[in-house]
């Protein structure tokens, strides 16, 4: 089947552990469709999993207000575009998460996939979890998949809250280059 451009999947709302479900097995079956790189594929779906994850055990800011339906909504979208996989995702946090997201991420995209590699045996051996009982695995995780690291964006909406946006590229790349 020949790989189309464009738009695979797009969600913006509140994330549910069924919805999570729906929109993996969506994804993985929209992806797995077109890419004949089966080992990409596998790299976009990986990712794809993750973020979901993420977006629904970190999604919501903990912010000390009551927050409006946009603000406790995520937006998630894969596309396509020649040899390379867009997903992006959008949510809100608090300035306390947005300046651990800020750490962690320039942290994770100064390491090359070795050092990254490491980071991750590191986090797993050392124990110690955020208040959500993780590692913080799945960002390092998804810089060690993604092609140019991760592209983000923390954007002040209001008090004490953050619109955070997360961008990672996987793409075809020949034998021996690249991240």
Known sequence: MEAKDGLILSFKGSLTPEKLSQLIELGEARVCGIEPDKFLAKKVV????EVLQNLLLHGKATATKQLTEEES????????????YTLTSRNYLTKAEA??????????NALSTVELRELSKTRLLDGRLSEHGSARLGL??????????????LEECGEDLYSFQLRAKVERLPLGSGR
């Open 46 to 49: 990986w990712i794809l999993i």
């Open 73 to 84: 909504a995520v937006d998630v979208a894969l596309e396509h575009s020649g040899p390379s």
């Open 99 to 108: 300046d651990q997201f800020r750490v962690l991420l320039r942290e994770v």
């Open 140 to 153: 390092i995780g998804i810089a060690r998949r993604s092609t140019d690291g991760l592209a983000f964006s």
